[in-house]
């Protein structure tokens, strides 16, 4: 029997519990919404479980897949006949392929927790203030996940309402992408408005204002609404609440996660309680026993050596991202491109405390460098890009050419955000994704020539065959 995963939970949710603190993410039920939501706690439950969505393996648990392997940055890990992941790498996704399926179904698997939550709140007798703040959180969540799905395939079905009957379902179709931009961007003005600025410890990880403002500014800038997007970094630069940690390597020690750098994490916590993150394990290279990290590796998503070269001599990011070779346990060197920046040492495999920076400050700071930039500014614009050169003790730009900045704030993000999922969304986003993978195709033997239709995914084949009336596929696919 398919499944139709705009009907994602079929009148279930699988709900995570707020224990001591917001950061204690055990599962404890799969209820029916029906009866469920009573009271207060019950409904941070169910916001809980919305948060939790994140770290399924269709949002941030796999970004890596669409984000980095079809960009310059990363390639995939070949095993056998297994080529899921190279289908991106080379650019001839099926439709079929189980990365496609497995975004679509965890973005609205989230989806539906998120307008679970903003829907069932209204019947709930509370605290008026923190029923505001539930349901601006829930606009953050809901949000964020449809700007990953309208990257990633373009016009998508937008569902706005808890879903009670499955035949509900069949009667979405894909919404114009200028549709879901605009309610991406309802969502997150209703949420910086409700959102507080910070948070007790308690509740340290959930959204704030400033993530609000953030992602609006990365919406604003993914339009190309660069003024629009330049007054709202700017409100995030002014409120003061963000600074760029001194030592760039601090930003991957899973200690120091929520730091005063980091506006956004996907939270993870390990301790063999089903809540840790599997990037450790997932990144260090295969077969290298525990030499790497304990428990081993699986070898996916290796750094390129077009990227290895792309750092300056003396750019301290490149040892602390990347390492082109390790150690085995017979003292051997062995050559190997893998990623080091998730390395929180596991409590079984898959089970470390390594968090996903979704926003963090040095990425606002290039954003409005590169606001500034588009609308002439590109002098007001150096002094942005300088801080994060700064950090890491490299010589400042100095560059006012608009062109030749472009290509300098390209090439920071580049760097200072590698392997955290941005590269191949900013490469579309600024229209260089053909130039830069065209040259990346032919340099791989590809002859196939790429167009716009490689900018987008295709919608999975299972979602086309339940309902073709209404859901048709991505030109090229």
């Known amino acids: 029997m398919k499944t139709n995963y705009i009907l994602v939970g079929l009148l279930t949710l699988t709900l995570t519990a707020c224990k001591e603190q917001f950061l204690d993410l055990s599962p404890v039920s799969s209820v029916g919404t029906s009866n469920f939501f009573k009271t207060q706690s019950d409904i941070l439950t169910a916001l809980n479980g919305a948060y939790g969505a994140l770290q399924f393996a269709g949002q941030y648990g796999q970004l890596y897949v669409v984000a980095e392997i079809p960009s310059d940055d990363t390639s995939p890990v070949l095993s056998g006949s297994v080529t899921d992941q190279d289908e991106f790498d080379k650019f001839y996704v099926r439709t079929t392929n189980p990365y496609i399926l497995a975004r679509w179904s965890d973005g609205y698997r989230g989806i539906y927790r998120c307008n679970t939550v903003i829907e069932r709140i209204a019947g709930i007798t509370m605290d008026e203030t923190i029923k505001k703040r539930i349901v601006g959180e829930a606009k953050f969540l809901r949000a964020l996940m449809y700007f990953n799905l309208v990257r990633v395939f373009g016009d998508v079905p937008l569902v706005l309402t808890e879903i009670t009957d499955p035949l509900q379902g069949y009667d979405y179709g894909r919404a114009p992408v200028a549709d879901v931009y605009a309610q991406i961007i ?11 600025i910070s948070y007790a410890v308690s509740d340290v990880g959930r959204a704030t204002s400033g993530a609000a403002k953030s992602l609006l500014g990365k919406v604003y800038l993914t339009q190309k609404r660069y003024a629009d997007a330049a007054a709202k970094l700017k409100e995030v630069i002014d409120l003061g609440t963000y600074a760029l940690l001194p030592n760039y390597a601090d930003l991957f020690v899973a200690a120091n996660k929520n730091s005063k750098e980091s506006i956004f994490e996907v939270q993870y916590k390990k301790g063999n309680i089903g809540e840790g993150s599997g990037y450790a394990n997932t990144y260090a290279p295969e077969n290298s026993g525990n030499a790497v990290i304990a428990f081993g590796g699986g070898g996916n998503n290796h750094p390129t050596p077009d990227l290895a070269t792309s750092y300056e001599a003396n750019d301290p990011r490149k040892n602390v991202s990347l390492a082109t070779s390790y150690i085995n346990s017979s003292g051997a060197k062995i050559d190997y491109y893998y990623i080091k920046k998730y390395a929180d040492p596991p409590v079984v495999n898959g089970d470390s405390g390594d968090d996903w920076y979704v926003l963090r400050y040095a990425d606002v700071l290039l954003m409005y460098a590169e606001a500034l930039n588009e609308t002439g500014k590109s002098a007001d614009a150096l002094p ?25 704030i390209e090439q920071e993000r580049r760097v200072e955000l590698a392997f955290e999922g941005h590269r191949w969304f900013d490469l579309v986003r600024t229209g260089r994704a053909l130039p830069v993978l065209q040259a990346k195709a032919t340099a791989i033997g590809i002859k196939t020539v790429l167009t716009e239709n490689n900018l987008i995914f295709p919608i999975p084949q299972s979602q086309i065959d339940i309902n073709a009336t209404k859901i048709k596929q991505n030109p090229g696919y």
């Open 384 to 408: 942005y890009l300088n801080q994060v050169r700064k950090r890491v003790g490299l010589v400042d730009k100095t560059t006012t050419v608009q062109a030749d900045l472009r290509l300098a």
């Open 186 to 196: 309802k969502d997150l003005s209703d949420a910086e408005a409700a959102l507080p």
